[in-house]
């Protein structure tokens, strides 16, 4: 049965003694089918490391380096260096360390709040709800293709925390809904995101969207070069990533539907960068993320 456990699994962080900055937490990457670790594992870890050490203020805006990969199942020890404590901010950094050596390195700001004027971006219009849209495991049912395997699907189809569904189509094993540089996603948990020991709820769901935000992000870039994810030659890393939290909603919102709308913003020299917006089933703009990535295509 699908879980968001692997999720909340992943940001579940020890306390641990420092050997390098001031404080110090481990954590373990989760399975998944490929050679190296999630990203999305490390940034939402450097989260949830970053938030335990401030209080009254709130994340508002996360900017990482991918260092090198991460091996799977393994343990992480994020180290987090008190940089700044002022009254309206206060800023962390976040090394992750594995085997001795540093895998992935944030900086993360953090604010009180003020009284102030309010600007928005707008939800894309026309796009279908999800209720209406295939889940990745109906998408997949019965297909096979590319280099994707047994393993690769089932963890496409339910084993990564949340449910996903793609406008137009997904870009599994071929580009299906057409080459445009754009597309949204429908994400949700499989079930409602469990207590994590150590973070409020709201705390956990800011590490919720750090997470799940990495999965399809270079995908609009995919679509646009013709490229699927099980293309035969094809491949791909997260380089860097930017994520700013611009409003917090109620509480419970991270259990329900959230539209990510992506688009290709570039590609050139093995590079490419993509950036996405998330909002609310009633419009509100929660978050932005930018990421470049690796795109190391076939050879001709």
Do not use: N
Request: aromatic share 8%.
């Amino acid at each position: 049965m699908s879980t968001s456990r692997t999720f909340t699994d992943a940001v579940t962080l020890v306390e641990a003694e420092a050997e390098h900055l001031d404080v110090a937490f481990t954590a373990t990457t989760q399975p998944c089918p490929w050679p190296k670790a999630y990203g999305g594992d490390l940034v939402a870890q450097a989260v949830a490391a970053a938030v335990r050490t401030v209080e009254g203020k709130t994340l508002h805006s996360m900017h990482s380096y991918f260092m090198r990969p991460a091996d799977i199942g393994a343990e992480i020890r994020h180290e987090v260096e008190l940089l700044r404590d002022g009254r309206g901010y206060a800023t962390r950094q976040v090394r992750a360390y594995q085997h001795g050596r540093c895998v992935h390195v944030s900086l993360a700001s953090f604010a009180a709040g003020e009284a102030s004027g309010s600007v928005s971006s707008a939800v894309p219009s026309d796009l279908p709800g999800p209720d209406g849209l295939p889940t990745s495991a109906a998408y997949l049912e019965g297909r096979e293709g590319g280099t994707s395997t047994e393993d690769s699907r089932a963890y496409w189809s339910g084993g990564r925390s949340f449910d996903m569904r793609h406008v137009p189509g997904p870009v599994y094993l071929t580009v299906d809904g057409g080459r445009a540089p754009y597309q949204a996603v429908w994400v949700r948990p499989y079930d409602a995101l469990r207590a994590v020991e150590g973070l409020t709820d709201a705390q956990r769901d800011l590490a919720a969207l750090a997470y799940v935000c990495d999965y399809t992000i270079l995908e609009p870039l995919l679509r646009v070069l013709g490229r699927p994810w099980a293309e035969p030659g094809l491949v791909t890393a997260s380089l860097d990533h930017a994520m700013w939290f611009h409003r917090t909603p109620p509480a419970g919102w991270m259990d329900d539907w959230l539209l990510y709308a992506q688009e290709a913003v570039s590609a050139e020299h093995g590079r490419g960068l993509g950036l996405g917006r998330f909002f609310t089933p009633d419009g509100t703009h929660v978050a932005t993320v930018a990421q470049e990535g690796m795109l190391r295509e076939p050879a001709p």
